[in-house]
C-alpha cells in the first residue's frame, strides 16, 4: 500500500473511532481535568494522539481497546507531569473514608450534585484506579478493563468490587435519603 | 439493591451533557503540525542556546589572560558538548505507535521509571560544570577580584548544585515508591 492509502486508512480508521468513541472521550477528560479550558486541550490531544496512532493499527487488539489505551496513556501522561499542581492521590484499596472525606457532607441529592461528587472522587484515585473506574462506569467487563489496563483479572475484580462498595455507600444512601 | 445503584451510577457516567468538542481530521493534521512545529522549533532554540554559549566559552578562552580560568571555559565547553549531547539522546519522543500498543500498567510505569532516571541522573547534568566553574572562579579569585564577590559566586553555586540535586532526589525517591507500590500489586 502507498502512502496515500495508508493516511486514507488512518483517516478513515480515525473517523470510525471518533464516531464510535467520541462521547466516551469526552467523558473520560472530564474525569482527568476539573478544568473547562485544560479538559479541551486535553482532549484535543488524545485526539492527536489517536489519530497519530492509528497509522500503526495493526489489528492485535480491538479497535476499542487500542482508543482507550490511547486515551488514558495521553492522560496519565499529563497527570504524572512533575510541575502539576495535582492534590495527593490514592489508590481504591486505601480506607473509604480516605476517599469520601474530601466530598462534603449527604445534603439533598440531584443528578448535578451526584455527577459532581463522583468527579470528585475519581479525580483524587491515582491513574490506574482512575482507568478501573472510568472503564467500569462504561460498563466494559473485567476481561476487557484488564485488557486495557493489564491489570491481572483478579486485581480488576477486586477493585471494581471495592468501586462497588464504595459507589453503594455514596450514592445508593444518598438517593434514598434524599427521595 | 447494587445492580439498581450500578444502573443508577452507569446511567449518571453515561448520560452526561455532551459539550460536543469535535474535530474535523484537517483541525486534527493543522494540530499535529503545530505540535510537530512547536517541538523542532524548541529544539532549535536548545541548539542555539547551546552554540551561543559555546562561542562565548570559545571566546573567553581566546580573550581571558589567566591560565586557570582560560582552563576553566576549555572544560564548560567540554561540559556543554557532553550535556547537549545526553539531552538530545534523553529526549526523543516515543513513536505514538506505543500509546496504543502499550497497556495502562505498562505505560505508568514506563513512565515512573523515565521520571525516576531523570531526576536520578541530574548529576549527570550537574557534575560536568563543576571543574569548569570551579578553575573560572579560581581563575576570577588570582585576578585580585574582590574576596565577597567571589566567596558570593560560590556560595550561590554550591546552593544551587545541592538545592537541585536535593529536589531531584526527593523527586526520584517519590517515583521509587510509587513503583514499588504498582509492582507489589
Known sequence: MGDAGRAAGQDQRYAEAAAAFGPALERLARAYERDPDKRRDLLQDIHVALWRSLARFDGRCSLRTWVYRVAHNTATSKVLRPMTNAPTLVAIDDSLESLTAATGDEEGFDRRRALERLHGLIHRLRPLDRQVMVLYLEQMDAASIAEITGLSAANVATKVRRIKQILIQRFHEGRTDGE | ?185
Not at chain 2, 468538542?21 to 486534527?28: G, K, P, R, V
Not at chain 2, 503540525?33 to 573567553?60: F, H, K, M, P, Y
Not at chain 2, 548544585?161 to 517519590?174: D, E, I, P, S, V
Open chain 2, 1 to 185: 439493591m447494587a445492580s439498581n445503584s450500578d444502573t443508577h451510577i452507569h446511567l449518571l457516567w453515561q448520560e452526561q451533557a455532551r459539550e460536543e468538542q469535535t474535530m474535523s481530521l484537517s483541525e486534527i493534521r493543522t494540530k499535529a503540525g503545530r505540535l510537530d512545529t512547536r517541538t523542532r522549533r524548541w529544539n532549535a532554540i536548545s541548539a542555539v542556546s547551546i552554540v551561543l554559549l559555546l562561542i562565548l566559552e570559545t571566546w573567553q578562552v581566546w580573550t581571558n589572560e589567566e591560565l586557570l580560568e582560560r582552563v576553566g571555559d576549555a572544560l564548560t565547553i567540554a561540559a556543554l558538548l557532553y550535556i547537549g549531547y545526553r539531552y538530545h539522546r534523553q529526549h526523543r519522543a516515543a513513536p505514538p505507535a506505543a500509546l496504543g500498543s502499550t497497556n495502562g500498567v505498562e505505560f505508568y510505569r514506563a513512565e515512573l521509571v523515565r521520571q525516576r532516571d531523570l531526576a536520578d541522573d541530574s548529576w549527570g547534568y550537574l557534575l560536568p560544570f563543576v571543574p569548569g566553574v570551579t578553575l573560572s572562579l579560581l581563575g576570577g579569585a588570582l585576578q585580585e577580584r574582590p574576596a565577597s564577590q567571589v566567596l558570593a559566586l560560590a556560595v550561590f553555586g554550591v546552593a544551587l548544585f545541592l538545592g537541585t540535586a536535593w529536589l531531584n532526589a526527593f523527586t526520584a525517591r517519590k517515583r521509587q515508591m510509587e513503583i514499588d507500590a504498582l509492582d507489589a500489586s
